[in-house]
């Protein structure tokens, strides 16, 4: 059983392209956090999420709670945004469950 | 610099001989945990702590102990490792209602 589903597993893009990763959960959460690991194997937090919306430069990450789902966009991708995303949901308890990651190749 | 800082980064060990990995921040966070990455499984939690000598099991602690004496150090013992703790570990903090800070991961290796 897994808490956390993310889709694609795979996502191969050409540079400048629009990008949307999606994340759908099953446990209640108290928030849920979208993560970023290079090929190198470090893991980069990108956004913390309740509700709504958030935007940091070109990434954008939105939170639907009545429906349990998430989706990571990435606007005028760049072959720097290739990268694993991983989402993240934290539960009532603290507890943290992650889905297996979309792996995102943008090429030149 | 604000960091999580975790040793060693590689590890090779046999089965059975005691080990621990050590994690240090510097941010005064008072949420630290553990994690395993392992492929096709992804990440999973070890152990989480809320707070100094406040420590609770995550989705997979069967093998490994923690303790939380000091804000500042979380560190991941492994009394007798077994080659299915071959994994990528990494620790992590985070303050309250923050992003999560991790460090730049453990390779170990259990023959």
């Known amino acids: 059983k897994n808490e956390v589903e993310q889709s694609p597993q795979n996502l191969t893009a050409q540079e400048g392209e629009f990008i949307t990763i999606n994340c759908s959960y099953s446990v209640g959460i108290s928030a849920l956090h979208w993560l970023q690991q290079h090929p190198g194997g470090g893991i980069v937090s990108l956004f913390m999420?309740?509700?709504g919306k958030k935007k940091h430069g070109r990434l954008i990450a939105t939170i639907n709670i009545q429906e349990k789902h998430s989706s990571l966009h990435i606007t005028a991708s760049h072959p720097r945004d290739s990268a694993v995303y991983i989402c993240a949901v934290r539960n009532t308890g603290n507890q943290f469950y992650f889905g297996t990651g979309t792996s995102l190749t943008v090429i030149p | 610099e604000a960091q999580v800082t975790q040793n060693p980064r590689y590890l090779i060990t046999v089965t059975g001989k005691k080990l621990t990995v050590t994690c240090s921040q510097n941010?005064?966070?008072?949420?630290m945990s553990w994690y395993r990455q392992d492929p096709g499984l992804g990440l999973r939690q070890i152990y989480y702590?809320?707070?100094?000598?406040?420590?609770d099991k995550g989705d997979v602690p069967e093998g490994y102990k923690v303790s939380r004496k000091e804000k500042r150090n979380f560190p991941l013992i492994l009394e007798s490792p077994s080659p299915n703790q071959t994994s990528l570990y990494f620790c992590?903090?985070?303050?309250?209602?923050?992003?999560?800070?991790f460090g730049s991961g453990t390779r170990l290796t259990v023959v």
């Open positions: 702590s809320m707070n100094v000598e406040v420590t």
């Open positions: 999420l309740s509700s």
């Open positions: 992590a903090s985070r303050p309250n209602g923050g992003l999560i800070s």
């Open positions: 941010m005064n966070h008072e949420y």
